[in-house]
């Protein structure tokens, strides 16, 4: 088969983010003004929270405090002389034509997403692997989303597309997500590639958040919203049932083959190549955000069999006959009487056809890292085996080749550049050509071709240099956290910095999730920031995968405080090193970032000037209840759990808000659109600063989803506003604070 789309990839892509008490209720908006008009400047974590109108997400009343927000927020920093310039700036690299074109290869030609000021929803196009080698490749356009919104009076954001084609079949059929300004949940039609045309009652998937998994041209797996009443759905919002789909068939008939339960984060359909090219049918229950179980159904039937492999385990693909899967605890298996142990973070092979039917048989470690090494990725291409390693932060790409004779597996780093980062873009079992991708701090990206038959590496494109970069230096530091361990963390800056603590620097973290943060080259924050004189600082904190799952494992749910005792701890040391100081001192976090920037506000107000606070959790005795909150149970604890929930009362940023405190000014940032994070978050936070009048900008985008942009040109204008933001709160203007 060939497939140009891993359902498991798929997979943590929907899972990836980021509470009530017991008893509590959402109430609906007060109707009148005597109910209103009381006013708590702090929210007590045992009473009902009187600020919920804020979480209708479409409410009228929410939606006019957010525009007044926005229009404040906008009136004062668009105002500032130096937004133009920076806006200017921003646009210029993100509608640059001189931006790689990233792609997937099928069948000789390369597919590309593009988006420019022109194409504002963007191209889906293709052309030869010969004319993308080239300065000048001849696209080819086979849908304009442009076109296809005004067409349908719709505002699509395109969320990829999932492709098959059976061995021998000239045929693609693609599934294409469309969501509507941005959101996760989209709807999912069939496009032929030949034709370069819609299917006319092909597979059609209303809007969910759906998941899909080809088993031939004519079936698919899929798990989805059945159900108007949401019965079918877990309570993290996500597909808990799967069904088998046929072409031509109504979606509501399709044959349901595995249900979960409504406390999983989510069952996800998917499917493995098996020698020979046929497909093993598969369901994924994630029953919760880190564990996850896996069942197959041999020869295309109903009954599920479960496969023996530890909850925290990944499994990456097949390749030849064998299943490989990366480990996230440690493993203890016994074989003919041998026992045999893989330590977590390892990447181990099982025999495929055994797996199927629910047997183990033989484990074979393919790589375990060493205590400063991490695996990020695990690529499949025809004939070789790709592991995306970090050492000690730093990109390496490992060829994996067995020993034919004793099955034991050796190593060897492909011949790349050193000291940035390296991904693997684009790998497929059917394709012996690879892009990865090389950046640092001070590099531009370069995309080359890695070719599997021949062994030959070649570089195809590169980023200009977008920024004079001349005079910066990366230096990298390391911090003690209060239990002793080293935090190692990214500088760059001016050569020539004097140090006095008076350079004005952005502390960038993440800190969740097992994301690990890595060196990566971006126009927007090297013409915008450092070549205005900013230092910019890349933490790589606990809660992240830079050394593997027990760096992560660290910080969950009630040791989540040395996360944040490792955050502080490199602020303090970029001070001690006369980097910086606490006036010159910005944070900026996403996400579960967003949590991290919002108890840095209440732990550590003395430490920072600026605080951009990105689409954020913040509630955290009612973020399982909103949206997907549900899902991350795992990582932060639960409400209803009286250990977790006293852990939880003690962090969550809405409910430790102190009237009386001397916050630096942040800026919030959220979406309307965002369906994972909910933008109640932001909005009862931003609120409680306005009832304290404490001062603080706010800014909704309308559209955008989790990333808060759903377009090129809303990117620029975000950055702008950040970066402007920023420049007026660290470098001496004072204007902000005396709104």
Not at 363 to 381: C, D, K, M, T
Request: some cysteine; proline content about 5%; aromatic content about 10%.
């Amino acid at each position: 088969m060939k497939k140009t789309s891993s359902s498991l990839i798929a997979i943590c892509a929907l899972l990836t983010l980021a509470g009530c008490s017991e008893g509590d209720t959402v109430t609906s908006e007060p109707e009148t003004e005597a109910e209103t008009s009381e006013v708590s400047l702090t929210v007590s974590p045992d009473r009902e929270d009187p600020n919920l109108w804020l979480e209708e997400v479409e409410g009228e009343r929410a939606l006019e405090w957010v525009r007044a927000q926005n229009a404040r927020t906008l009136e004062h920093l668009q105002s500032n002389p130096a937004y133009a310039e920076l806006e200017a700036a921003a646009l210029e690299v993100v509608n640059s034509s001189d931006r790689i074109p990233y792609g997937s290869v099928r069948d000789g030609q390369v597919y590309n997403f593009w988006q420019d000021a022109t194409n504002v929803r963007g191209l889906w196009r293709r052309t030869s692997l010969e004319s993308y080698a080239s300065d000048a490749p001849e696209w080819e356009t086979i849908v304009d989303f442009d076109a296809l919104s005004a067409e349908e009076e719709a505002n699509w954001v395109y969320k990829g597309a999932d492709c098959y084609s059976a061995p021998g079949d000239e045929r693609w059929a693609c599934l294409v997500s469309l969501s509507n300004g941005g959101k996760d949940a989209a709807e999912m039609r069939e496009f032929d590639l030949n034709s370069a045309s819609w299917v006319e009652d092909g597979f059609y998937v209303p809007e969910a958040k759906a998941g899909t998994a080809w088993v031939d041209y004519d079936t698919l797996l899929i798990g989805t919203d059945w159900g108007a009443d949401g019965s079918t759905l877990t309570e993290s919002g996500y597909p808990s049932e799967v069904r088998r789909w046929t072409r031509g068939t109504p979606l509501e008939e399709a044959e349901t083959i595995f249900t979960g339960e409504a406390s999983d984060v989510g069952v996800w359909p998917s499917t493995l190549e098996m020698a020979g090219g046929e497909e093993m049918e598969m369901v994924v229950r994630a029953d919760t955000f880190f564990t996850r179980k896996y069942y197959s159904f041999p020869n295309g039937g109903t009954e599920a069999v479960e496969m023996p492999l530890p909850e925290k385990s990944s499994i990456v693909g097949t390749q030849w006959d064998l299943v490989f899967i990366t480990l996230e605890e440690d493993w203890v298996v016994e074989h003919e009487g041998e026992e045999l142990s893989f330590a977590s973070g390892s990447l181990v092979a099982v025999n495929a056809a055994m797996l199927e039917t629910g047997e183990l048989g033989y484990v074979w470690e393919v790589f375990a890292p060493n205590e400063r090494q991490a695996i990020s990725s695990v690529a499949l291409a025809k004939e070789a085996v790709l592991i995306s390693i970090t050492d000690n932060v730093a990109g390496q790409i490992l060829q994996a080749i067995p020993d034919n004779f004793t099955g034991e597996w050796a190593t060897s780093p492909l011949d790349l550049p050193e000291n940035g980062s390296l991904g693997i873009t684009f790998a497929s079992l059917q394709e012996d050509t690879v892009f990865i991708n090389y950046e640092g701090f001070l590099t531009p990206d370069t995309l080359m071709s890695f070719n599997t038959t021949t062994g030959e590496i070649s570089d195809l494109k590169s980023l200009p240099e977008w920024f004079d970069a001349d005079g910066l230096v990366v230096e990298q530091f390391e911090a003690e956290s209060t239990d002793g361990t080293m935090v190692p963390y990214f500088v760059v800056h001016r050569e020539d910095i004097p140090m006095d603590g008076s350079t004005p620097t952005l502390l960038y973290a993440y800190g969740g999730f097992q994301v690990s943060m890595t060196p990566s080259y971006s126009g927007l924050r090297g013409r915008m920031w450092l070549e205005q004189g900013g230092a910019y600082v890349l933490a790589n904190i606990r809660g992240g995968g830079e050394f593997g799952p027990d760096w992560h494992q660290a910080g969950l749910k009630t040791n989540r405080q040395i996360i944040y005792d490792d955050f502080i701890s490199v602020g303090e040391d970029l001070i001690e090193r006369g980097i910086t100081s606490p006036d010159h001192l910005g944070i900026q976090g996403g996400s579960n970032g967003g949590l991290l920037m919002g108890v840095m506000l209440n732990q550590r107000p003395d430490l920072w000037n600026a605080v951009v606070v990105q689409v954020p959790l913040l509630d955290m005795l009612r973020y399982h209840m909103l949206l997907a909150g549900a899902s991350w149970v795992g990582e932060y604890g639960s409400p209803e759990v009286p250990e977790e929930r006293e852990w939880l009362v003690q962090m969550s940023p809405y409910h430790n808000f102190d009237p009386e405190a001397d916050y630096p000014t942040p800026f919030f940032l959220t979406s309307t659109k965002d369906d994972r994070v909910h933008p109640g978050h932001a909005r009862k936070m931003a609120y409680l600063f306005e009832q304290a009048e404490l001062p603080f900008y706010y800014y909704e985008n309308i559209d955008g989803g989790h990333s808060a942009a759903a377009n090129l040109q809303e990117a620029a204008r975000r950055s702008s506003l950040e970066i402007t933001y920023l420049m007026e709160q660290l470098t001496g203007d004072d204007t902000a604070a005396d709104e």
